[in-house]
């Protein structure tokens, strides 16, 4: 074993000894640190989970077309035909008023309602699917339809979508805010940790100084406690989680199920739980840093 | 080898601990360093390990120019003393065994070389049984033996012990004499700073007398 190698493994033996030295004040250290970080990474999970669905549900965006109430067949036709032919037009499908009236009875459990109407108050539809999905064309595409004649009103399915997205994306801006916040948490109490224990091995360093041994000697067992706590940090907001969406799974499946929507939660990715973990082992290596950069120096033998 | 030229220590405070000191000891020699308290014996010590710095003057320790030494080349030279301090400085949250081991761990060996060293330098002073106990368990002349066993595991070619009598009864001290004197016979150059001559025992040593910060010889 080469000296390099017999002083890493001599730090980080000593880390996890100095961490099973004091098994109840680290222990809540890391119930800290995983309580700071499960916040932003349970945030990110919802979003990855809404955004998931939203997904799920939305499907490719698709334009709705009303004719005017006085269309009659033969203009319908010819509307077809010209949809047919039109190149950004990969599919489409005809929904006519008595139809749509039929589904509306069907659906919205109002058919004595729906019977009571006097007259039809539906259009007859288009249900449009554009071969290109860019939110440029499907808007050019709805803006060139909107001239033809007899067009009452052209939607936009994926206006929802959107406006979902544009609301995953400020919480995604929440989640970084949040995690940058907490980083520092992060930072802040392996910074008090390695103080207070750089303090109580003030003997212990004094003595090393003296016989030899070299700053980053002394230095490297505390960065490794700082990476190992940060890192068991991590696990833990990883396990807070877990439980989170253990228990909250089910709960949701029924809920969701009421509106024929098969939902269930899933965990963070691979990548991103090691992200999570390597992210945390840093931030906590960056607190002992800074921890043992500012007080080793006041510890010189005498 | 050590070798002092024109050296002077001046506190912070105006106090003169060491005056134009000049003296060579050759290797593999053994002195003593004497004189009242307060005449500079720990500070003279200190200096070779560049625990403190010299106002003035030169120092060279086995050809290395201590008083000139960057901070980062301090520890390189520490690891070719062996120092047993005044107040022993032994650690007492582990066994005697890892009080001695912690100079190896310093170095870089591997811990089953480090083991054959640490148990060789306990069996030098006596203490081979009493590996497994607490310091604090261990007597007066016990734990200056430790401190001992911790200076030499490393091998060093100078070891430099300051006072290392001084709590000791008369039959420890002599021991403990006796086991530097065993040390300076295979070749290790011995400085031991000390108050009380009569412990030399009639053997012919040099004797470094210090004065109020003067060599008085």
């Known amino acids: 074993m080469s000296v390099w190698a017999a002083h890493h493994w001599y730090a980080f033996v000593l880390a996890f000894k100095r961490l099973a030295g004091a098994p109840l004040g680290n222990l809540l250290s890391i119930i800290v640190i995983g309580i700071a970080f499960s916040l932003p990474a349970g945030v990110y999970v919802l979003l990855e989970n809404l955004q998931a669905f939203s997904a799920q549900v939305s499907g490719a965006p698709q334009l709705s077309l009303f004719l005017k109430l006085d269309a009659d067949s033969d203009e319908v036709a010819k509307i077809g035909a010209r949809l047919k032919e039109h190149p950004q037009v990969a599919s489409f499908e005809f929904i006519s008023r008595e139809s749509a009236l039929e589904q509306l009875k069907q659906d919205s459990g109002l058919a004595d309602l729906v019977d009571g109407l006097e007259r039809n108050p539906l259009p007859d539809a288009f249900v449009i699917n554009a071969r290109s999905l860019s939110p440029a064309t499907l808007k050019g595409l709805r803006a060139e339809l909107q001239k033809w004649p007899r067009i009452e009103h052209i939607q936009l399915d994926s206006a929802w979508a959107k406006r979902l997205d544009a609301l995953i994306n400020l919480g995604r801006l929440a989640v970084l805010m949040l995690a940058a916040l907490l980083s520092f948490a992060l930072v802040a109490v392996t910074f008090n940790t390695i103080r207070l224990q750089i303090l109580t091995k003030r003997d212990e360093i004094e003595v090393s100084k003296l016989i030899g041994a070299t700053n980053g000697f002394i230095r490297r067992p505390f960065l490794y406690f700082g990476a190992i706590q940060g890192m068991a940090g991590g696990v833990a907001a990883w396990l807070i989680i877990s439980l989170g969406i253990h228990l909250i799974d089910d709960d949701l499946r029924n809920l969701t199920r009421l509106y024929a929507v098969d939902l269930s939660l899933y965990h963070l990715s691979p990548e991103d739980s090691l992200t999570l973990l390597l992210f945390s082992a840093c931030l906590g290596w960056v607190g002992a840093w800074l921890s043992v950069a500012n007080h080793l120096w006041q510890i010189e033998p005498n | ?156 070619s100078i070891l ?13 001290a002599k021991d403990i004499m006796t086991m530097f004197k065993s040390f300076h016979q295979v070749g290790v150059t011995v400085l031991i700073a000390t108050h009380d001559v009569e412990l030399l025992g009639g053997t012919p040593l040099r004797i470094f007398s210090l004065n109020h910060g003067e060599l008085t010889i």
């Open chain 2, 1 to 156: 080898m050590i070798s002092f030229n024109q050296v002077c220590k001046r506190y912070p405070n105006g106090f003169n601990a060491l005056r134009n000191i000049g003296f060579t000891l050759e290797a593999g020699e053994m002195a003593l360093i004497t004189g009242h308290s307060g005449a500079g014996k720990s500070t003279l010590l200190r200096l070779i390990a560049a625990i403190e710095r010299p106002t003035s003057g030169s120092i060279i320790v086995n050809g290395q120019n201590v008083s000139a030494l960057k901070s980062g080349a301090i520890p390189f030279l520490r690891r070719n003393l062996g120092l047993v301090f005044q107040d022993q400085k032994i650690l007492f949250d582990r066994t005697v065994f890892d009080n001695v081991l912690l100079p190896l761990q310093i170095s870089g060996f591997d811990s089953r070389a480090a083991t054959g060293r640490v148990r060789a330098a306990l069996d030098k002073v006596g203490l081979l049984d009493r590996e497994k106990t607490r310091p604090i368990t261990l007597s007066g002349g016990e734990q200056q033996r430790l401190c001992i066993a911790r200076a030499i595991v490393n091998r060093p």
């Open chain 2, 160 to 172: 430099i012990a300051d006072e290392p009598t001084s709590n000791l009864d008369a039959d420890y």
